[in-house]
């Protein structure tokens, strides 16, 4: 029970302009919000996290490529999912059967793109 089998390595993508993706090592039992409050402590010196520091502003959404058996495809299909402020992100990352990523999202952008469809 070493505390290295305890954490893995989270990459978080659009966290702001100046620091497009960073990648942090969490505890496996971190929720959404624990992840980001992490990520936002990593990108404190961004003026887009600065004007906006509060972790429950922000939501993580899962994309997951679909591993599409039919090659000729040239698009993959990816799904979109926001992430429970409560849900085990390491969990969640390790259902993925295909390439993912976490985004980093204001709830507001999330909540204004899904009136549009």
């Known amino acids: 029970g070493s505390s290295e089998e305890e ?20 505890p496996r039992v971190s ?14 010196y961004s003026l887009s996290i600065l004007s906006n520091p509060n972790p429950s502003d922000y939501v993580l959404l899962e994309e997951v490529v679909k591993d599409t058996t039919n090659k ?14 409560q849900e085990c992100v ?3 990352q390790s259902k993925w059967k295909g390439a993912g990523k976490f985004i980093l999202k204001l709830k507001e952008q999330v909540q204004a793109s899904r009136e549009d469809k």
């Open 90 to 92: 390491f969990q969640a």
């Open 31 to 44: 929720t959404a919000q624990d992840v980001i409050q992490q990520t936002l402590c990593k990108a404190k």
């Open 72 to 85: 000729k495809t040239t698009t993959p299909k990816s799904s979109q999912r926001v992430l429970l402020d």
């Open 7 to 26: 954490s893995f390595f989270v990459q978080v993508h659009d966290v702001s302009p100046e620091q497009p993706r960073t990648v942090i090592k969490a």
